[in-house]
């Protein structure tokens, strides 16, 4: 696709359906085009909702204020009301409404078992769907906004979601559960007309739009390929692209400016067939970062690029190949790079893989992340071994596993039926991608084990099923493996793990990964070492408008410095794709 191909995305000149999702990788910009759009559209004096259903949200950090997931109207914007759908408070909500009105009439036991069985990670995410479903579906909510705009979360989240209403709905209408059986799906039944109208909804252009956002450089691209083609599928076909932070031209005087558009123009001349069919828009990169009502108001209007001064370099800090001797010197064996969605995770963990591998070490990298895409990034060398969770060879494996011992222990035909019937249950992916992420932990007994993990919502949910797993495990008659014993104290042992938070230079994500490192040290999880990444700061741009982004970050770079004390890597933006051979540019010295 050609540069003048896309066109200029302004929600004032473009007609929207009621509801629009505006999902992608992450990191791409999906909040800040979401909640500009919100803006916009209620300044022409429509009536707005706005809702985040990501567990990550940063819509708080976007408006300035505290938000709760009943709505809060923004004083600034007087048309517009913001929900953040917090997935443990709606979790919380859900559990109550489920266990309330057996509260005194059932013995005190049989209310912790019910407790239990809504102990899982599971629970949350039906929980966030179920809130998401009545908004889809309430008649007062349709009534009352003339616009519903949801920003989702990360791509393979957001497919879990749009997934859910086929498979609780398919479970839901095909399974009779024991009458004494309550648990997850308990509260779920008697609402399966609404999942159905949800499902209705997502899928009428009349209605709905998909707006796959992505930045202009290749693997975000893959990505909302790979994303166009599952929502198709799902026969969710009115979508768009909107390609954010385009730079408008290079400045021949300018050597960053110059590579930085010739790589987003190469990015786009080699885009995936599929998305070539698609309504596809860009929005212009600006110089400022997308906090604060005054800077929504603009973003689709103008840049104002500040007066600045030169900005100086930054030299306090340690490079990648610094950080791989401290990880080789003190022997860590499990390693996780961890933070937002978007800032780099899978290609530090690539790089520190291929450093710890040339000092002899062997090492096994791995993804959580059901996007994978580690397998773009680097392939099996020496001393280098790679994978990735499967989620469905994952349950078929433990389906089956589960139902053979059922079998093997002299389970009558009902008993097992029974266990078939609960192994049904969507949940049961949960467990079994669990079980195989505790597997690949446990190799660092004889090899260093590199994760690259999920975004933060998934990252902390997933270490959240290390202490609910258990219960899971129990309820549908598998075994607990060693593996899964040992695995939290494991994460917990500052000799064996080390996190590394990684970020980049902005207020958001630096924001949000320190809501990260407070939720790491709760579980009883250490970090020490952050990575700044993508940075202009020590580039010699004089684009006025790279250069006004260059002086901002060095607010964040300060502070990610002072909050790790000078335990701290800057990783500079380059213009090469880092992917295979090019990965070793990120371990060179100062």
Same mark, same amino acid.
């Given at each position: 696709?050609?540069?003048?191909?896309?066109?200029?995305?302004?929600?004032?000149?473009?007609?929207?359906?009621?509801?629009?999702?505006? !999902?992608?990788?992450?990191?791409? *910009?999906?909040?800040?085009?979401?909640?500009? !759009?919100?803006?916009?559209?209620?300044?022409?004096?429509?009536?707005?909702?706005?809702?985040?259903?990501?567990?990550?949200?940063?819509?708080?950090?976007?408006?300035?204020?505290?938000?709760?997931?009943?709505?809060?109207?923004?004083?600034?914007?007087?048309?517009?009301?913001?929900? /953040?759908?917090?997935?443990?408070?709606?979790?919380?909500?859900?559990?109550?409404?489920?266990?309330?009105?057996?509260?005194?009439?059932?013995?005190?036991?049989?209310?912790?078992?019910?407790?239990?069985?809504?102990?899982?990670?599971?629970?949350?995410?039906?929980?966030?769907?179920?809130?998401?479903?009545?908004? %889809?579906?309430?008649?007062?909510?349709?009534?009352?906004?003339?616009?519903?705009?949801?920003?989702?979360?990360?791509?393979?989240?957001?497919?879990?979601?749009?997934? &859910?209403?086929?498979?609780?709905?398919?479970?839901?209408?095909?399974? !009779?559960?024991?009458?004494?059986?309550?648990?997850?799906?308990?509260?779920?039944?008697?609402?399966?007309?609404?999942?159905?109208?949800?499902?209705?909804?997502?899928?009428?252009?009349?209605?709905?739009?998909?707006?796959?956002?992505?930045?202009?450089?290749?693997?975000?691209?893959?990505?909302?390929?790979?994303?166009?083609?599952?929502?198709?599928?799902?026969?969710?076909?009115?979508?768009?692209?909107?390609?954010?932070?385009?730079?408008?031209?290079?400045?021949?005087?300018?050597? %960053?400016?110059?590579?930085?558009?010739?790589?987003?123009? /190469?990015?786009?001349?080699?885009?995936?067939?599929?998305?070539?069919?698609?309504?596809?828009?860009?929005?212009?990169?600006?110089?400022?970062?997308?906090?604060?009502?005054?800077?929504?108001?603009?973003?689709?209007?103008?840049?104002?690029?500040?007066?600045?001064?030169?900005?100086?370099?930054?030299?306090?800090?340690?490079?990648?190949?610094?950080?791989?001797?401290?990880?080789?010197?003190?022997?860590?064996?499990?390693?996780?790079?961890?933070?937002? *969605?978007?800032?780099?995770? !899978?290609?530090?963990?690539?790089?520190?893989?291929?450093?710890?591998?040339?000092? *002899?070490?062997?090492?096994?990298?791995?993804?959580?992340?059901?996007?994978?895409?580690?397998?773009?990034?680097?392939?099996?060398?020496? /001393?280098?071994?790679?994978?990735?969770?499967?989620?469905?060879?994952?349950?078929?494996?433990?389906?089956?596993?589960?139902?053979?011992?059922?079998?093997?222990?002299?389970?009558?035909?009902?008993?097992?039926?029974?266990?078939?019937?609960?192994?049904?249950?969507?949940?049961?992916?949960?467990?079994?991608?669990?079980?195989?992420?505790?597997?690949?932990?446990?190799?660092?007994?004889?090899?260093?084990?590199?994760?690259?993990?999920?975004?933060?919502?998934?990252?902390?949910?997933?270490?959240?099923?290390?202490?609910?797993?258990?219960?899971?495990?129990?309820?549908?008659?598998?075994? %607990?493996?060693?593996?899964?014993?040992?695995? &939290?104290?494991?994460?917990?042992?500052?000799?064996?793990?080390?996190?590394?938070?990684?970020?980049?230079?902005?207020?958001?994500?630096?924001?949000?990964?320190?809501?990260?490192?407070?939720?790491?040290?709760?579980?009883?999880?250490?970090?020490?070492?952050?990575?700044?990444?993508?940075?202009?700061?020590?580039?010699?741009?004089?684009?006025?408008?790279?250069?006004?982004?260059?002086?901002?970050?060095?607010?964040?770079?300060?502070?990610?410095?002072?909050?790790?004390?000078?335990?701290?890597?800057?990783?500079?933006?380059?213009?090469?794709?880092?992917? *295979?051979?090019?990965?070793?540019?990120?371990?060179?010295?100062?």
């Amino acid at each position: 696709m050609k540069r003048n191909q896309l066109i200029e995305y302004n929600p004032e000149s473009i007609n929207l359906t009621k509801y629009m999702f505006f !999902t992608g990788k992450g990191g791409v *910009g999906k909040t800040s085009l979401a909640c500009a !759009t919100a803006v916009t559209l209620a300044d022409l004096q429509k009536k707005v909702l706005l809702i985040s259903t990501d567990p990550a949200s940063n819509l708080q950090d976007v408006f300035s204020t505290q938000l709760n997931n009943k709505g809060s109207l923004i004083s600034e914007v007087p048309n517009l009301t913001v929900i /953040n759908l917090n997935p443990e408070d709606a979790a919380h909500d859900y559990k109550e409404s489920i266990i309330a009105p057996y509260r005194g009439k059932l013995p005190e036991a049989m209310i912790k078992n019910i407790e239990e069985q809504l102990s899982g990670s599971c629970t949350v995410e039906i929980a966030a769907f179920n809130e998401f479903s009545e908004i %889809i579906t309430s008649k007062d909510k349709s009534a009352l906004y003339d616009y519903i705009i949801f920003d989702t979360a990360p791509t393979g989240h957001t497919l879990r979601m749009l997934e &859910l209403p086929s498979a609780w709905g398919n479970f839901i209408s095909n399974e !009779t559960p024991s009458a004494n059986y309550v648990g997850q799906l308990s509260g779920m039944r008697e609402k399966q007309e609404m999942y159905m109208e949800a499902v209705e909804k997502l899928s009428d252009p009349k209605l709905t739009t998909l707006v796959l956002v992505s930045r202009p450089d290749y693997t975000p691209l893959q990505e909302v390929s790979r994303s166009s083609n599952e929502l198709w599928d799902m026969n969710i076909k009115n979508q768009w692209m909107v390609v954010n932070g385009l730079l408008s031209d290079g400045d021949k005087n300018d050597i %960053i400016s110059t590579e930085l558009y010739n790589k987003q123009t /190469n990015a786009l001349e080699q885009l995936p067939e599929n998305l070539d069919s698609l309504k596809s828009f860009y929005v212009p990169l600006r110089s400022y970062n997308l906090t604060g009502i005054e800077n929504l108001r603009r973003f689709f209007k103008q840049d104002i690029i500040p007066d600045t001064q030169d900005a100086g370099s930054f030299d306090e800090y340690k490079t990648l190949k610094e950080l791989g001797q401290y990880l080789s010197t003190t022997n860590k064996r499990v390693i996780f790079t961890m933070g937002k *969605g978007g800032v780099g995770k !899978t290609t530090l963990a690539a790089s520190l893989a291929l450093e710890l591998a040339s000092k *002899g070490q062997k090492v096994h990298l791995t993804t959580t992340d059901p996007a994978d895409h580690l397998k773009f990034i680097i392939q099996e060398e020496n /001393n280098i071994t790679v994978s990735s969770i499967n989620p469905e060879a994952e349950l078929t494996a433990y389906k089956n596993e589960v139902i053979q011992k059922a079998k093997d222990a002299g389970k009558n035909k009902e008993e097992i039926a029974y266990v078939e019937e609960d192994l049904r249950s969507p949940c049961t992916k949960e467990i079994a991608v669990f079980r195989a992420f505790a597997e690949i932990v446990r190799k660092a007994d004889t090899e260093v084990v590199i994760i690259d993990t999920a975004p933060t919502g998934h990252t902390l949910l997933l270490l959240d099923t290390t202490q609910s797993y258990h219960k899971e495990v129990e309820r549908t008659q598998g075994d %607990i493996l060693e593996s899964v014993r040992n695995l &939290l104290p494991r994460l917990r042992d500052k000799n064996e793990t080390e996190v590394i938070i990684v970020t980049l230079p902005e207020a958001t994500p630096v924001l949000e990964a320190e809501r990260l490192r407070e939720d790491l040290k709760r579980a009883g999880i250490e970090n020490k070492w952050w990575i700044v990444n993508n940075s202009m700061i020590n580039t010699p741009t004089q684009n006025p408008l790279l250069k006004a982004r260059a002086v901002s970050e060095k607010k964040w770079i300060n502070e990610v410095n002072r909050i790790s004390s000078g335990n701290m890597v800057l990783v500079p933006w380059y213009n090469q794709e880092l992917k *295979g051979e090019n990965l070793r540019l990120l371990l060179q010295e100062k």
